[in-house]
């Protein structure tokens, strides 16, 4: 079966099942209810007792109710996948799906909230409003560059983790994912140049991630639909007062003040990190011939990668990834989220930073034993990757002093451990009993 075939199967399984399941997710009780008296307790009148309490001390909702492990999914459906603005309610089925992730693989009870507003400030009002309820924010498809206006006054104002995953994760993989192939190209950060294609969300906060990462910014070439970004393009004063963030990066990055269209950055490149619009045709054989001997592509655009990985193999470059997990090397935000935000609730941690997703990355790439052209990362089915990072994370947060609740890396890890082996075997417990129904028909997802 050819790619394109492939991939409009996994489309037309997808609205059948969701006709079928009719929601991806539900409320559960986590406590027992063996008679009428119960509800005293977990409701009137006890439950007063417990309010009271909080009200002396709101931290203490963190302990006694389940916002310790929630968070909220939030998004205004301006930029889906690669579907563009289609609006909340057709962003759902997507909130839905990150939210199966977050509990499947972290144990963490994420909560699908598209919202229907049209500007960054109405966004912030509504996110603000709703902190009480949470341990955290995910933030999910928000055009650029409100999305960097709207997750900067959320990390500054709130006292939660704010996290746009679109930004974050994206990058955080992306720098795990680079860390080894370049361990297998034998090539070292302070000495490889990196062009960036695509200067979205992704992009320009993988650019600031890999500074943190010590990788020198004048190797850093980002490039978009108008070409590479430099400080004297035309655009830079309209940038400016628009996207200061990808202005400040036309100043701070490509000491080479290369000019002119995105295809002239790929020369001499070692390794290029596309995140722009889907293809197969976005990324030409021709540029990757250009790019220095055993390079590196990582061709991320969704549903179809800019480039088919065999196009690209056959062009020359050494290591291809993809998002996508019919194929080798699947740098996907769901290896980073689960693991993140399981560490940064259990440290009841108040904000996370570039300093904590570096950390975060290094994990992920060192749980790759013996890295290779196919394996620079992990894959979604090893489970264990996930209370790794999340001790990793809860770790460095205390470190930092932005955790509530201390710990011992290991005893992180414990507790991330047990929570996501207990969710598991719960699911599998549903499934095995029938209360999660088959697939329609017996068939199958995975052929």
């Keep these: 079966m050819d790619d394109t075939t492939r991939t409009e199967e996994y489309n037309q399984k997808a609205i059948r099942y969701s006709e079928y399941y009719k929601g991806k997710v539900q409320i559960v009780s986590k406590v027992p209810v063996r008679h009428l008296q119960d509800f005293s307790v977990w409701y009137t ?5 417990v309010s009271r309490k909080i009200a002396e001390n709101p931290d203490l909702s963190f302990e006694l109710t389940g916002r310790w492990n929630s968070i909220a999914i939030l998004t205004d ?9 289609i609006g909340p309610e057709a962003a759902m089925p997507v909130m839905e799906g990150k939210s199966l992730i977050f509990n499947f693989l972290g144990a963490v009870n994420a909560v699908p909230i598209p919202i229907r507003t049209k500007t960054k400030d109405e966004f912030i009002t509504v996110a603000k409003a709703l902190e009480p309820s949470f341990g955290g924010f995910n933030l999910e498809d928000i055009e650029s560059p409100k999305c960097f206006f709207v997750l900067e006054s959320l990390q500054k104002t709130l006292s939660i983790p704010a ?3 679109d930004q974050l994760g994206t990058a955080c993989i992306t720098l795990a994912g680079l860390i080894n192939a370049l361990r297998v190209t034998g090539r070292k950060i302070a000495d490889s140049k990196i ?3 695509g200067s979205g969300a992704a992009n320009i906060a993988a650019a600031h991630l890999l500074f943190a990462a010590g990788f020198k910014e004048g ?19 309209s940038l400016m007062l628009n996207n200061p963030w990808k202005y400040q990066l036309a100043m701070r990055t490509n000491s080479e003040r290369l000019k002119g269209p995105a295809e002239l950055a790929f020369k001499g490149a070692d390794a290029v990190i596309s995140a722009t619009k889907p293809g197969p045709d976005t990324i030409k054989k021709d540029w990757i011939r250009s790019m220095n001997d055993d390079s590196i592509l990582f061709a991320l655009a969704n549903p179809v990668p800019e480039i088919w990985p065999e196009a690209a193999k056959e062009a020359g470059a050494k290591i291809i990834a993809t998002g996508r997990s019919d194929f080798p090397n699947q740098v996907n935000n769901s290896l980073v989220f689960p ?3 399981r560490g940064v609730l259990d440290a ?3 904000g996370v930073n570039f300093d904590i997703m570096v950390t975060a990355s290094y994990e992920i790439a060192d749980f790759v034993k013996d890295p290779g052209e196919d394996r620079i990362v992990p894959t979604m089915e090893e489970w264990e990757l996930y209370p790794r990072v999340a001790s990793a994370v809860a770790s460095k947060t205390v470190e930092m002093g932005l955790a509530r609740k201390n710990n011992s890396r290991e005893g992180f890890y414990k ?33």
């Design 339 to 341: 693991g993140v935000f």
């Design 45 to 49: 009148p006890g439950v007063a007792a």
């Design 163 to 165: 996290w746009h995953d």
């Design 415 to 447: 507790n991330a451990e047990e929570m996501i082996e207990a969710n598991r075997k719960m699911y599998i417990r549903l499934m095995d009993e029938k209360i999660i129904k088959e697939l329609p028909g017996g068939e199958n997802v995975k052929k």
């Design 348 to 350: 009841r941690a108040k």
């Design 195 to 197: 062009v960036l294609l």
């Design 77 to 85: 459906g301006t930029r889906v996948l690669g579907l563009g603005n």
């Design 219 to 237: 190797n850093i070439i980002l490039a978009d639909s108008k070409g590479i970004l430099e400080p004297e393009r035309e655009d830079m004063d």
